[in-house]
């Protein structure tokens, strides 16, 4: 599996910005092959956090508190590639965002999702800057 983020930038408080995580060696729509591919972000001097996930197979998604309502991830089989739509962002928001996929066997909600530890697969990360 290998993973490369893509669309970082620079926006002001309130835009938004659109992530994109390029994955190779995932069959995305196969129930066979149902991997987690989760966000996280790693803002300077905090730990890494996970900001949501989504199955590969059928795009089911969770999300942290932190983006819940403003965020949105999803993914296109056709291309490959996970999407994270960061609308109405704040100035808790910038940091070095990360794609990660592991695969957990039979799908459902669990805390592992989101953290980064339960995860062998990560992309080299894209940065992400508000200013307010």
């Known amino acids: 599996v290998q993973l490369v983020e893509s669309g970082g930038g620079l926006a002001q408080a309130g835009e938004s910005l659109t992530l994109s995580c390029a994955a190779s060696g995932i069959r995305f729509d196969d129930n066979t092959d149902d991997y987690a591919i989760g966000w996280f972000r790693k803002a300077p001097g905090k730990e890494r956090e996970g900001v949501s996930v989504i199955s590969s197979a059928d795009g089911t998604t969770y999300y942290a508190d932190a983006v819940q309502g403003r965020f949105t991830t999803s993914s296109d089989a056709a291309k490959n590639t996970v999407t994270l739509q960061m609308n109405n962002l704040k100035p808790e928001d910038p940091a070095v965002y990360y794609c990660?996929?592991?695969?957990?066997?039979?799908?459902?909600?669990?805390?592992?999702?989101?953290?980064?530890?339960?995860?062998?697969?990560w992309g080299q990360g894209t940065q992400v800057t508000v200013s307010s």
């Open positions: 990660a996929a592991e695969y957990f066997g039979l799908w459902g909600y669990r805390n592992e999702y989101f953290l980064p530890s339960s995860y062998d697969y």
